[in-house]
């Protein structure tokens, strides 16, 4: 069956549609990967979205607009995988959507939001879509998160000593052999915030403001305060916690927070590759706090990877772009392997939208898509909600087995 993935990170910078064929062969899911084309969100999405989330206050009409105008834009990306990755012959869209808030109260999920109305992407593609995947682990006790720990579980099953998936988005997540997943912290969402605040760009291209600046002990270690990194898993987080006034909020206990509320840009950002002045924040120049932003990434993950005693890691994601960032996990790992996930055939950019690829397949086959260890629910759940293409719904085989492996290739 081919498959269409399409995910939209906490970065929400872009929709990545990546497409799959998928099928079943007694215990193993065979993965072949067909390709992955990616969309930019349009400047009027991307500033609601951005101006929607927390710590913003919104209203009920723009998380309706937002709803619409994300599922048409995710429908737009579907079409353009079916027609240049699947010859228009793909049967199935798997949505994960756009997070917009994940609700925990006290170390418990509560509940979650992904918006980008699924109805759209079927009637655009004529196809059935499976959507709205995190609500069931949640209403099961779980976190929701990370989802992608039943695919990773599967995929590095058989690899030997301990080896270690490791997602570097804007949240990082990893899940180890014995089902153990959690989001550690902060990937790329701080350093993001950050970058754009300063610069007005949206992030750290090649990590070259990190590779300029010096890394500021006393920020990192109040950064390192933070309670989350210290609750035991399961555990999640998100943009909910940790984005620009989190930050600023941290940078004002070290300067005076009036000289934070001014960006360092003067100029148009599309129209220049380096920022005016290097700004001081006090005693901080911006490169500063995304060098200790950065280095704030790669001790947390690091932290969470030696308690896991990994004997390798497979890295997937944004962050694997950001050599500034991938030397300091290396820095903070030493004698611990460090490869990404196209080492082992699976394109680091595009391992969430084959992971939900994934998880829609198994959805459509009745078929669970959770492990308990990994989120902490009471039991598997087979995952999301289906809306019907055109045609209905594809007639599928019942009664299949439980895949404990996926083979890609």
């Not at 723009?62 to 995710?74: A, F, K, S, W, Y």
């Not at 990755?85 to 869209?93: K, M, R």
Request: charged content about 20%.
């Amino acid at each position: 069956m081919r498959v269409i993935g399409l995910m939209s990170g906490t970065s929400y910078d872009a929709i990545d549609a990546a497409a799959a064929d998928l099928r079943l062969d007694g215990d193993s899911l065979l993965l072949r990967p067909l390709g992955m084309v990616s969309d930019a969100y349009g400047t009027e999405v991307r500033e609601a979205l951005a101006a929607a989330l927390p710590p913003a206050a919104t209203t009920l009409a723009e998380v309706c607009r937002l709803d619409t105008l994300i599922g048409q834009t995710l429908a737009a990306s579907a079409l353009r995988a079916d027609r240049e990755l699947c010859d228009g012959q793909a049967e199935l869209v798997a949505s994960h959507g756009q997070t917009v808030y994940h609700w925990t109260d006290g170390g418990q999920v509560r509940g979650t939001l992904q918006i980008g109305q699924p109805a759209w992407i079927a009637e655009a593609t004529g196809l059935p879509v499976v959507a709205d995947f995190r609500p069931r682990d949640i209403a099961a006790g779980g976190q929701g998160a990370p989802l992608v720990s039943l695919f990773d579980l599967l995929w590095l099953r058989g690899r030997p000593g301990t080896p270690v998936a490791l997602n570097l988005g804007g949240i990082a997540n990893l899940t180890a052999p014995d089902g153990t997943a959690f989001d550690t912290g902060p990937a790329g969402a701080l350093i993001d915030a950050a970058v754009h605040h300063f610069t007005g760009r949206a992030y750290d291209t090649d990590g070259a403001l990190a590779a300029r600046g010096r890394v500021h002990e006393p920020l990192l270690r109040r950064l390192l305060d933070e309670p989350y990194y210290a609750l035991p898993s399961p555990k999640t987080t998100g943009k909910e916690l940790f984005h620009r006034d989190y930050l600023l909020a941290a940078l004002a206990t070290l300067a005076d927070p009036a000289v934070l509320d001014t960006p360092a840009m003067a100029a148009d950002p599309a129209t220049q590759t380096d920022p005016v002045t290097p700004t001081d924040i006090g005693p901080l120049a911006h490169q500063d706090v995304i060098a200790t932003l950065t280095r704030l990434t790669a001790r947390t993950v690091a932290d969470a990877v030696r308690s896991m005693r990994a004997t390798e890691i497979v890295v997937s994601g944004g962050g694997t772009r950001n050599p500034v960032l991938m030397a300091m996990l290396a820095e903070e790992l030493p004698g611990v392997p460090l490869r990404t996930s196209d080492a082992l055939g699976l394109p680091s950019a595009a391992k969430e939208a084959y992971a939900f690829a994934a998880l829609g397949f198994l959805t459509l086959h009745g078929l669970t898509g959770t492990d308990p260890r990994s989120t902490g629910a009471r039991h598997p759940s087979v995952l999301g909600s289906v809306t019907p293409g055109r045609d209905g719904l594809p007639r599928v085989s019942r009664g299949l087995k439980q895949p404990v492996r996926l083979v890609i290739g």
